[in-house]
T-cell receptor, first 111, second 111 residues
Framework: KNEVEQSPQNLTAQEGEFITINCSYS?????LHWLQQHPGGGIVSLFM???GKKKHGRLIATINIQEKHSSLHITASHPRDSAVYIC?????????????FGQGTILTVHP | SQTIHQWPATLVQPVGSPLSLECTVE??????LYWYRQAAGRGLQLLFY??????ISSEVPQNLSASRPQDRQFILSSKKLLLSDSGFYLC??????????FGQGTRLTVV
């Protein structure tokens, strides 16, 4: 079993729909990242969470430390949101801060 | 702000040839630097990390090596590439505050 599990693996939506991507992890963590990877491969960090909820534009990320679960929500989805979304965790107590990544969720938003 | 430069973006190399991928960072000093690899259909996996000049740690045994000759330079190398070295290689920087920044990545195809 992977330390970080994402669901769904693939997600197709129509423009304007509300989207949720889930991430569950099995280790104690000091932080969780949501990343966005576009077709060219470059990765951008969307959020870093250690508790609660963060919002940036149409994106909302939440984390429940007790349940070891995080969600990424996209409101009013748009075709330009099409990308791979990756959840990554930094284990608590690591001295060098390495990230352990989920497999990613491929999101396709149709106009 | 922190910037990561990684090159080349794509590379096709024959089996048995050497490899050198370079990553340089700007906007920070004494960063923790990481090399990750994403094999086809799999999540990102940590290969090497460095907490300072000349300090390299490896996560998994492999055909690759890494060096950090300067504070803001991190190099991934191989003396003889294998077919299994094909993948997407990503350089990453983590700040003391836990934020993560990524280069644009190098897509390596070994033929």
């Amino acid at each position: 079993k992977n330390e970080v599990e994402q669901s769904p693996q693939n997600l197709t939506a129509q423009e304007g729909e509300f989207i949720t991507i889930n991430c569950s992890y099995s280790v104690g963590i000091s932080a969780l990242h949501w990343l966005q990877q576009h077709p060219g491969g470059g990765i951008v960090s969307l959020f870093m969470l250690s508790s609660g909820k963060k919002k940036h534009g149409r994106l909302i990320a939440t984390i429940n430390i007790q349940e070891k679960h995080s969600s990424l929500h996209i409101t009013a989805s748009h075709p330009r949101d099409s990308a791979v979304y990756i959840c990554a965790v930094r284990a608590g107590g690591t001295s060098y801060g390495k990230l352990t990544f989920g497999q990613g969720t491929i999101l396709t938003v149709h106009p | 702000s922190q910037t990561i430069h990684q090159w080349p973006a794509t590379l096709v190399q024959p089996v048995g040839s050497p490899l050198s991928l370079e990553c340089t960072v700007e906007g920070t000093s004494n960063p923790n630097l990481y090399w990750y690899r994403q094999a086809a259909g799999r999540g990102l996996q940590l290969l090497f990390y460095s907490v300072g000049i000349g300090q390299i740690s490896s996560e998994v045994p492999q055909n690759l090596s890494a060096s950090r000759p300067q504070d803001r330079q991190f190099i991934l190398s191989s003396k003889k590439l294998l077919l299994s070295d094909s993948g997407f290689y990503l350089c990453s920087l983590h700040t003391r505050g836990g934020e993560a920044f990524f280069g644009q990545g190098t897509r390596l195809t070994v033929v």
